[in-house]
């Protein structure tokens, strides 16, 4: 599968071609001046005040947890391979892996860690939700623990040494899963359940988006602006028809690979300057989809009816390739819209020093901006199912706007 797209490399000064990186090349190569440093160094300056970045001690706290549970992890693999019976149980190991925002090095104080347990071939989802769940109940160190196995992807949600975790299950058609083991490959998805599949996509996606980029940090701290002005704004939430963490992770990536020598002030403004003026539903891609025999369905618009009603693809880099933004919807992306005019048009005035990146931040004046408002309500009979009834009603909330955006 493939789009049409622009081919050729960058040049400077008459200088060789060099490496682009996505479906196009570059649009500049300039590097950095002293401005473009005192302008990055006063964004992070003004990011701080609202806490978007973790102390070392609390880095090195998660580090440290993380450890544990894939300790804890690899125990219950072999001691659920033994009960199996199997004769090289000792060898046998399973991983932890991380995605979202954590893998990404873009998380913010206090932020659960979506974590993802891979297992070898013998053990199944039931053993997940069922024995290693009761091992999980019996550590003194794990609070909150409640599992959601009928969800779209099942998962075990707890808290480990006061951090919590979202952690999913997949396994894989190994005898065993090495600690060296990259989940990118395609053949890994070979013979495995739906469920399986879409548990490992957040790793594979997370994997390949840093993968992408030219530069690692200054992608994450570009991501880390962007994300907060995305929240100070309301525009931050997949579930309600606008942008989840992946979407505007995939933005920021593709901004990056075309001004891959820009450091976080430009691309910032990079960032507001291409889709503001962005013709959806055109996608947004990361790299040329890459055809596969595995014959799972992949977003692609000239085969699939559906896809040519959504609105403002975003699409995954890792096979299967889906759009993250099926959510949107005309009004939302209205919304979105308005808000990148908006980010041009202060980080502009941040370029020429007629403000400063506090002004990005600034949250809008709702009730001055929407002159009509409903209002949901949720309630629930006993206070201990209220995280489970959250959940449900969360999940109802696209079936509720969908008609309403309609009769907007």
Known sequence: MSFPHTCGNGTVGGQPPLK?????????????GETD????????????LFGVFEDEEELNHRLEVLGKLNLFVKEWIKEISKTKNLPLSASVSGKIFTFGSFRL???TKGADIDAL???PRHVERADFFLFFFEKLKKHEEIKELRAVEDAFVPVIKFK??????DLLFARLALHTIPDHLDLRGDFLLRNLDIRCIRSLNGCRVTDEILH????KENFRLTLRAIKLWAKRRGIYSNVLGFL?????AMLVARTCQLYPNAIAATLVYKFFLIFSKWEWPNPVLLKQPEESHLNLPVWDPRVNPADRYHLMPIITPAYPQQNSTYNVSTS????VTEEFKYGLSVTEDILLGKADWSRLFEPPNFFQKYKYVDLLCFSVLVQNEFINDQKICKSTLRGTLGPLTKSA
């Open 20 to 32: 682009h990186y996505g479906i196009t090349s570059s649009i500049s190569l300039a590097l950095p």
């Open 37 to 48: 440093h005192l302008l990055t160094q006063r964004l992070v300056e003004a990011m701080k």
């Open 105 to 107: 090095g873009v998380h």
């Open 117 to 119: 347990c891979v297992a």
């Open 160 to 165: 480990f040494y006061g951090i919590e975790i």
């Open 212 to 215: 992408l980029v030219p530069n």
């Open 244 to 248: 989840g963490g992946v979407s505007w």
């Open 332 to 335: 939302t992306r209205a919304i």
